[in-house]
């Protein structure tokens, strides 16, 4: 079975400063797809970024980037110029098809505060 | 593309009532699932169906559970005999049969006294 770890349950970060949220995962397969959603409080669950696993090239959404080590099985996510809105509960998820079905697995998330 | 809407967002009800929840999800998705979220808690699985077929469900998805979407589009989940365990969020998600990122419903909060 696939797992997925967010060992930092709480970050902040200075606002306009960058912060990285860590994510590992635990899987035997090749093919996946990695993601990043946010939950702010009280408000639905967004998609942040996508990543293939076969594709090396890190994935960048403006301020959102990731670092992706496929051998390490690591799924960093890099929040460039925090903004106060920003400040939301963070979930890595995993999805494999052809093992897990169409089930996404998620992290235990990392709350982020980002502060004025 | 108005999104992936439930109803009702809050539902109270004792414990051992019925309760039944709506999800509508973006009209051209194909995939439709379920989750359920505990407080400070990533959501979990609990069934997904593709069309009006349910193709897939989780052991979390006891026999007092029931889910379906008979023509396809939006999708109904009951629970029957609510229990104080029950309560949680239970979140909607939508995706194309071949894409596989999904987009969420901002849930359906059940609180069972």
């Known amino acids: 079975a696939q797992t997925v770890t967010q060992s930092q349950p709480e970050m902040s970060v200075q606002e306009a400063e960058t912060v990285t949220l860590s994510c590992t995962y635990d899987?035997?397969?090749?093919?996946?797809?990695l993601f990043w959603y946010k939950q702010p409080p009280s408000r639905q669950m967004i998609l942040v970024i996508r990543q293939e696993a076969y594709k090396q090239q890190n994935a960048t959404e403006n301020r959102f980037s990731v670092n992706f080590q496929k051998a390490a099985k690591s799924f960093s996510l890099k929040i460039s110029d925090s903004q106060l809105g920003d400040t939301a509960m963070y979930f890595c998820a995993f999805i494999n098809e052809e093992t897990s079905g169409s089930r996404l697995t998620f992290g235990e998330g990392t709350q982020l505060t980002v502060n004025p | 593309d108005t999104g992936v809407s439930q109803d009702p967002r809050h539902k109270i009800t004792k414990r051992g009532q019925n309760v039944t929840f709506r999800c509508d999800p973006i009209s051209e998705h194909n995939r439709l699932y379920w989750y359920r979220q505990t407080l400070g808690q990533g959501p979990e699985f609990l069934t997904y169906?593709?069309?009006?077929?349910?193709?897939?469900k989780s052991r979390l998805l006891s026999d007092r559970f029931s889910a379906e979407r008979p023509k396809g589009s939006f999708s109904t989940l009951e629970i029957q005999r609510t229990e104080q365990g029950d309560s949680a969020m239970y979140l909607c998600?939508?995706?194309?049969?071949?894409?596989?990122?999904?987009?969420f419903g901002p849930g359906t909060r059940l609180t069972v006294t």
């Open positions: 998600a939508s995706s194309l049969a071949q894409g596989h990122e999904q987009y």
């Open positions: 169906f593709q069309n009006e077929a349910q193709l897939e």
């Open positions: 899987t035997s397969e090749n093919n996946y797809y």
